[in-house]
């Protein structure tokens, strides 16, 4: 097979403007083959999903490199120097992911030699850290080279502006047009002059270990950062807060690029906390607690029925928010937010303490702009894929470390008085419903499935799905998605993934219980559960 010649001249010309030996020859050696493959590797550059950039460690325009990181950042310095902010402070840190440390190099040369005041973390360090960091020092921007959660061969770019929050459209169309219209990769300055941020950690934990709500500290935890650079930030965030009975998976305890043990770096992902719960039984824990490999998501397990299980994102979500809702200051007016994916009982729970409540797009990069835009009086915010964010004065994202450590202020409260997170669940769903949610995902080879899917349920909506009849609605243009609600507190929320080749379908059912005990009606949304996701999988299946 011989190459267009148009494909052929443009990787000819980025081999030219690389500067890194390295993928300068593996892009070649991919020119000479005449491989197939070259048409991937030069279809435009990585695209701001969700939470920034995130594509495979490759050479080629359409990967994660050092070029495709000096010309991102060439447009990030214009486009903030364009509104005013040049000479302003920006933050740089990184994970200990393949590459990780040069792009984050890169981006420090770059910005410097742009004549902005760059701090970069001393050492891999949590996102939550960068976040705090740029929001504390009311920097102008904070970069955090990342790739959270994704797997082993990906990398990525997280990219906050000033307040420490995520951009939104149509700044992230303006930043894309800006690093299109960057030089080529060696055609950028670069200047290898910054500050070393020491004092960004401590700062942190500082903050961190202000947030427990009661007096009890009893609490034995098993904890895991699967591979990633959470590990001794949340040991040190724990001791701060006044836990100190804590036992680590020692063959995760480390970071890792490669994260051996698991095959898939996510705790929500079949399999990967299976260490963790080990650990759990093993030292008789009372909480067992996940961080994902940048430590912004966390997943709590518990001890239920004699068997240890991890909590889903929005069960923990409810337990956090009846928390920080007993204890915050209701005259401030506060805000609890949400996501459309997530389950609905946080509604019901913020109507019981009277504050204001409100539902974003999937992202928070929407949540911590819930309500007024500004996000004015959030005191909790959370999604159902184990993200929190408990502390939005501070870390305006979601954030790992601090739930951790709430989390464990909360389970701490109930064993004293002799109760634990699971009794308290039920007393939730005693009152508000059992709220019973699933999923049902289509990961697909081939990335054009997911419209052509999309398109199809648009085209030929469902009308009734497991004997309910539905209204669907669709969100677009705010954003790529459906909705389908039905009786019973039925909900089905399809939309494609912003960071996996994925098409993702959020379920819900709800039962009250009534005169009925609660365990029967804990089934009964089981069975109902189960029957939606039969139906919705056979309604997302490709023709």
Known sequence: MTLDAQLREAARQWIAGDVDPRTQAELQLLLDADDPELADRMSGMPQFGTAGL?????????????????????????????????????????????GSED???????????????????PEPLPTPVLAHAA??????????????????????YKLYLRGGIHLVSPVDTEIEAAIAAAPAANAVPRKESWSILDSAL???????????????????????ALHGVGAQTLRQALHRAGFDDVHLVASQEKPDPDFPTVGFPNPEEPGATDELLALAAEVGADLA???????????????????????RGDETGVLLAQHILSTVDKSADPLVATTIVSATMLRSIAAEFGVRYDETLTGFKWLVR??????????????????????PDAVRDKDGISTAVLGSDLAATLKASGSGLP????????????????????????????PRIMARLRERPPTSLAATTVDVEDLLPDTDALVITGAGGLR??????????????????????????????KQRAADRLDALKQAVSDLVRED
């Not at 594509?55 to 310095?77: C, F, I, K, Q, W």
């Not at 504390?136 to 990525?156: E, F």
């Open 54 to 98: 995130r594509a495979a460690v490759r050479a080629g325009s359409n990967g994660m490199n050092r070029a495709v990181v000096v010309r991102t950042t060439a447009g990030v310095a214009a486009w903030l120097t364009e509104r005013g902010h040049g000479g302003g402070v920006v933050v740089v840190g990184r994970d200990a992911r393949h």
């Open 103 to 121: 792009f984050a190099t890169d981006a420090a040369g770059v910005l410097a030699a742009a004549g902005f005041d760059v701090r970069m973390l």
């Open 135 to 156: 929001r504390a020092l009311d920097a102008v921007a904070g970069i955090q080279i990342t790739a959270s959660h994704n797997p082993p061969q990906d990398n990525g």
């Open 202 to 224: 401590d700062a942190y934990l500082a903050r961190v270990a202000t947030l427990p709500r009661g007096g009890a500290r009893t609490l034995r935890i098993a904890a895991t």
């Open 289 to 311: 607690i996940a961080l994902d490999p940048d430590a912004d998501r966390c997943a709590l397990g518990v001890r239920e029925d004699g068997a240890w299980r991890m909590l």
């Open 370 to 391: 819930a309500g007024d835009g500004a996000g004015t009086g959030l005191v909790y915010a959370y999604e159902e894929a184990l993200g929190h964010c408990v502390d």
């Open 423 to 450: 009794e308290l669940l039920d007393a939730l769903s005693a009152k508000h419903g059992v709220h019973q949610t699933g999923q049902v995902s289509v990961r697909v080879a081939d990335l054009s499935v997911i």
């Open 492 to 521: 089905v929320v399809i939309r494609p993934s912003g960071t996996e080749p994925k098409l993702k379908c959020y379920l819900q059912v709800v039962e009250h219980a009534g005169e009925l005990p609660l365990a029967a009606a």
